[in-house]
C-alpha cells in the first residue's frame, strides 16, 4: 500500500488534520486522494480553495472512500462519531488512525468492531510546520504494509516513533505531545533572561530559539548523546560551567533534571486520569 496512492479521508479537519493534510500534500500526496469530513462548510470549502482537497460534509461517505480513516475530532464526541462508521469499516480493508489524545484502543475497538486495523496516534502541534514528533501504536490486526503507510503519514509532518506497549501512550503524551510547552517555557525563560543582561526582547528571543533549534538538530544528527554534547560546550571554568553548575545544582525547588522528571510524571499520570475519564 502506497502513500501516494491510497485514499486518505480526515473526520474532523481541525487544526491538527490541516497540518497533517498540509504536510502530506508538500510531500507531494495528490490532493485528488485526500478527503477531509467536517460539520463547517465554510471550513471545508476553504480547506478545498486552499489545499485542493476533495471535502464532504458526510462522514459516513469519508469512511467509504478511505484506504485509511484519521479520526480527527475531539475526544470527547469521538464515541459519537465512531460507531455509526462499524458497519461501513467492517465492508472493507481500511486502517483506522486515531489523533484523540487518551482514547485507548479498548474503547477504539469496542466502537469501531474489534476486526478492525487502529492505529493510535499522538502527534504534536510542531506538525503544523512539518516538525512533528508522533508515537504509534498498532493493534495486531494492523498489517507490516499498513504499519509503514501509518508511518509514512507521519514522517511527512516530522519523526514518529513506534511503541509496542499501548501503555507507554502515555508517556509519548507526557514527552512529546505536551513537550513543545516544555520547550516553550525553556526558549521563554532564556530570552527574558537575556533582556535582564541587557539585549532587546527581539534579539533574546532570536538567539533563544535558533540555539535550542541548533541544539536539538545537533542532539538528532550527532552520534553524541545530549550529556556528551553538553559537555563539549563546557570548558573548565566557563561561562557555561558556571550557569550548567546552577541549572543542575541543588536549590529549593531542585534541578533542572529534577523538575523535568516531576514535570513529565505529573503529565504521564494525568494522563492516565484522563484516559479513565474518556474511555468506556
Ligand atoms: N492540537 C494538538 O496539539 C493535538 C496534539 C495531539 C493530539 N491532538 C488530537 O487531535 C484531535 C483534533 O484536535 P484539534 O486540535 O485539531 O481540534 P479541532 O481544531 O477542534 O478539530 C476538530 C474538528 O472536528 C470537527 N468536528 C466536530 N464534530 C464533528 C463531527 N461530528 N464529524 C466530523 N467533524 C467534526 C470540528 O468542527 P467544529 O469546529 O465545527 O466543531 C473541528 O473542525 C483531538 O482528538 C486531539 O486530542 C491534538
Not at 541544539?215 to 571554568?237: D, I, T, W, Y
Request: proline share 4%.
Amino acid at each position: 500500500m502506497d502513500l501516494f496512492e491510497s485514499k486518505i479521508s480526515f473526520i474532523g479537519a481541525g487544526n491538527m488534520a490541516t497540518a497533517i493534510m498540509s504536510g502530506l500534500i508538500k510531500k507531494g500526496v495528490p490532493a485528488a486522494n485526500i478527503l477531509a469530513s467536517e460539520p463547517d462548510s465554510e471550513k471545508l470549502n476553504a480547506l478545498h480553495t486552499t489545499l485542493g482537497i476533495q471535502i464532504t460534509t458526510d462522514n459516513l461517505l469519508a469512511a467509504a472512500e478511505a484506504d485509511v480513516l484519521i479520526l480527527s475530532v475531539k475526544p470527547q464526541i469521538l464515541q459519537k462519531v465512531c460507531e455509526p462508521l462499524s458497519e461501513i469499516l467492517d465492508s472493507r480493508a481500511c486502517m483506522t488512525i486515531s489523533i484523540a489524545a487518551g482514547i485507548e484502543m479498548k474503547s477504539l475497538e469496542n466502537w469501531l468492531g474489534s476486526k478492525q486495523a487502529i492505529v493510535r496516534c499522538m502527534p504534536n502541534t510542531p506538525a503544523q510546520i512539518s516538525e512533528g514528533a508522533s508515537g504509534l501504536f498498532a493493534n495486531p490486526q494492523v498489517t507490516a504494509a499498513q504499519r509503514t503507510l501509518a508511518e509514512s503519514i507521519f514522517v511527512a509532518v516530522g519523526r514518529a516513533q513506534w511503541v509496542t506497549d499501548e501503555t507507554l501512550m502515555h508517556a509519548v503524551t507526557a514527552l512529546s505531545g505536551s513537550g513543545p510547552a516544555y520547550a516553550f517555557l525553556m526558549i521563554a525563560s532564556m530570552a527574558e533572561a537575556g533582556v535582564k543582561q541587557g539585549l532587546s526582547e527581539e534579539t533574546a528571543k532570536a538567539l533563544a530559539a535558533q540555539t535550542v533549534l541548533g541544539a536539538a538538530k545537533m542532539v538528532l544528527e550527532s552520534e553524541f548523546s545530549p550529556q556528551k554534547l553538553k559537555k563539549n560546550v563546557m570548558s573548565p571554568g566557563g561561562t557555561t560551567e558556571r550557569a550548567i553548575s546552577i541549572l543542575e545544582g541543588e536549590n529549593t525547588e531542585g534541578s533542572l533534571p529534577e523538575l523535568c522528571d516531576k514535570a513529565i510524571a505529573a503529565a504521564t499520570a494525568r494522563s492516565q486520569e484522563l484516559a479513565g475519564l474518556l474511555g468506556n
